[in-house]
C-alpha cells in the first residue's frame, strides 16, 4: 500500500469521526432538550392538576360578578375567597420550586375573551389573556400540556387544568407556565454536562478508530513493502543464481559428456582429472545451494534462535583449530587473543559458530603466503566484542558499503557466491549486535561484532 492511499485513508478517518462526534453531539443535544422539556411540562401539568383540584369553582367564577374591572383590584384582594385561592396557588409554586407564574382564566361573558382571573403576579385582575397559541375552548375545557408558546413577553412551556364547580361544569381554567429561559438555565447545565460526557466518550472511541485504523495501514504497508522487497530478492535470485548456477553445470555437463564419449581412449590419469573436475563443480553447486538455503530461512525469520550462556572463548579455539590446517597449507598463520577469564556470552551457539566460519574462511581466502589472521576476544562495556583481522588483500573503500549486500563480490577476484556476509548480517541482526568493517586496501580487513553477556 502506498504512502499516500494510507495518509488519503486516515484523513477521511479523522473526517469520518469529526462528522460523527459533531453529529452525535448536535442529536443528543436536541435529543435531551426534548427530554427535558417533556420533563418539565409533565411537572407543571401536575402543579396545574393538583392546585385547580382544589379551588371551588363556583366561587372563583362568582368572584368576577363581584368585581367586575380592573379598577377594583386593591377590593378583590382583601376577598376571603381570592385571598384562599391566591394562597393555594402561591404555596404551590412555593413547594415545587417551578419560578412559573401561575393564574386562573375564565371566558369573560361581556367581552367575550378569556381573562385572567387570580394570578400570583401582581395587578392581573380581569387583565385580558394574550399569546399566539392560546388555544380554543375546547382545548381548554380538556387541560393538558399546552408545550412551548410565545406569548408577548417570549418564549414559554405551559400548562393547565379545568377547575370544575360542583356538578363538574368547567367554570374556568388554572394555567401554570414557565418561561422558556428560565427553564434553560436550569436544564443547560445538566443538559452540557450530559453533552461534555457523551463528547467524552465519543472522542474516545473515535481516537481508539483512529488508532486501529492506522494500525491495520501501517501492518499492510510493512506487508505491501516485505512483499515488494521479496519480489525484488526472487528477481535478483533468479538473476544471480542463472549466473552462478551456469558456469559450474556447464562444466560438469562437458566434463561427463567427454567422459561418456570418450570412455575407450581416455587414458587413466585424464579420466580422474576429469572425474576431479567434476567433483569440484558439483562441490561449487552445492556450496551455493546450501548457502541459498541458509540465507532464505533467515531472510523469512523462518529460523528461531536458542539463546544459551557459552564460552565464546571455547568457541573461537574450535574454530582456529579447525581452519589450522588449511591455513598452515597457505603460509597463513592464524592466531586467537582472548584472556583466560571472560564471562559467558548469550546466543545462539550454532548461528555464532556460522559468522565466525563465514568470517575466518573469507579472512584466509583474501590472505596469501605470510599473512596472519587474529581472532581478538574481550569485553567492553558489558558487551563481548569478537573481531576477526587480516593482513590480507584489503577491500576498496566503494565496496565496503555494499559488502553485506546479497552476491555482493566487490572488485574480488577469488570464487565465491557473495553470499556468505549477508548470512552474517542476518544472523547478527537476529541477535541485535553492533558489527561493522574497517580495511584499508593493500593492508587488511577487519570484521568486528558484538554479543550480549
Ligand atoms: P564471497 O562468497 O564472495 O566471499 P562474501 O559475502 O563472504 O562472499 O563476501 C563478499 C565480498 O566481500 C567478497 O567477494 C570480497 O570481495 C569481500 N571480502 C569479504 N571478506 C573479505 C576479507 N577478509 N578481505 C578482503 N575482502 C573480503
Known amino acids: 500500500m502506498k504512502k499516500k492511499s494510507t495518509q488519503n485513508i486516515l484523513t477521511y478517518t479523522m473526517i469520518a469521526i469529526a462528522l460523527i462526534a459533531t453529529y452525535v453531539t448536535v442529536n443528543s443535544y436536541y435529543t435531551q432538550l426534548a427530554i427535558y422539556q417533556e420533563k418539565e411540562l ?36 382583601t376577598d376571603s375567597v381570592f385571598m384562599k385561592i391566591y394562597e393555594q396557588m402561591f404555596m404551590a409554586k412555593e413547594m415545587t420550586k417551578v419560578p412559573s407564574s401561575m393564574f386562573t382564566v375564565i371566558k369573560d361573558s361581556v367581552s367575550n375573551k378569556f381573562v385572567k382571573v387570580i ?6 385582575w380581569l387583565s385580558e389573556l394574550s399569546g399566539k397559541s392560546r388555544q380554543p375552548d375546547s382545548v381548554y375545557a380538556k387541560g393538558g400540556m399546552i408545550g412551548l408558546y410565545e406569548a408577548e413577553d417570549g418564549l414559554h412551556l405551559g400548562a393547565l387544568s379545568p377547575v370544575m364547580s ?22 443547560q447545565g445538566q443538559i452540557y454536562t450530559n453533552l461534555v460526557i457523551t463528547l467524552i466518550f465519543v472522542i474516545v472511541i473515535g481516537i481508539l478508530m483512529f488508532l486501529s485504523v492506522k494500525n491495520i495501514l501501517k501492518r499492510q504497508e510493512k506487508l505491501a513493502e516485505e512483499k515488494l522487497e521479496l519480489e525484488n530478492f526472487r528477481r535478483e535470485l533468479l538473476a544471480n543464481i542463472s549466473h552462478d548456477l551456469r558456469t559450474p553445470l556447464a562444466g560438469i555437463h562437458g566434463y561427463i559428456e567427454t567422459l561418456l564419449m570418450k570412455k575407450d581412449s581416455l587414458d587413466e590419469v585424464t579420466r580422474e582429472k576429469y572425474l576431479i573436475t567434476t567433483l569440484q563443480g558439483t562441490a561449487k553447486l552445492k556450496i551455493l545451494v546450501d548457502e541459498l538455503f541458509e540465507l ?79 581472532i581478538g576476544v574481550r569485553e ?14 584489503g577491500i576498496a573503500a566503494e565496496d565496503l558499503p555494499h559488502l553485506f549486500d546479497r552476491f555482493y563480490k566487490g572488485r574480488s577476484s577469488q570464487p565465491g557466491t557473495g553470499l556468505g556476509l549477508a548470512i552474517v548480517k542476518n544472523i547478527l541482526v537476529l541477535h541485535d549486535s553492533q558489527y561493522q568493517v574497517q580495511s584499508v586496501l593493500g593492508e587488511g580487513t577487519q570484521f568486528t561484532f558484538s554479543l550480549n553477556i
Do not use: W
Open 296 to 374: 532464505s530461512k533467515l531472510e523469512s525469520k523462518e529460523i528461531t534462535i536458542h539463546i544459551e550462556p557459552f564460552h565464546i572463548q571455547d568457541l573461537v579455539h574450535d574454530i582456529a583449530n579447525q581452519f589450522k590446517l588449511s591455513a598452515s597449507e597457505k603460509g597463513v598463520e592464524i592466531c586467537v587473543e582472548s584472556p583466560e577469564q571472560l564471562p559467558l556470552v548469550k546466543a545462539d551457539l550454532a548461528l555464532i559458530d556460522r559468522v565466525l566460519h563465514n568470517l575466518l574462511s573469507n579472512a584466509l581466502k583474501y590472505c596469501s603466503k605470510g599473512d596472519k589472521v587474529t
Open 119 to 124: 394570578s400570583t403576579n401582581d395587578n392581573e
Open 166 to 187: 360542583g356538578d363538574g361544569e368547567v367554570v374556568g381554567m388554572l394555567q401554570v407556565e414557565e418561561s422558556f429561559d428560565s427553564f434553560m438555565s436550569k436544564a
Open 42 to 77: 409533565f411537572k407543571l401539568d401536575c402543579i396545574a392538576n393538583a392546585v385547580a383540584y382544589k379551588i371551588s369553582g363556583e366561587e372563583h367564577s362568582g368572584l368576577v360578578d363581584k368585581y367586575p374591572s380592573q379598577a377594583l383590584l386593591d377590593q378583590v384582594k
Open 380 to 393: 567492553i562495556a558489558g558487551k563481548m566484542q569478537i573481531s576477526v583481522t587480516d593482513t590480507g588483500s
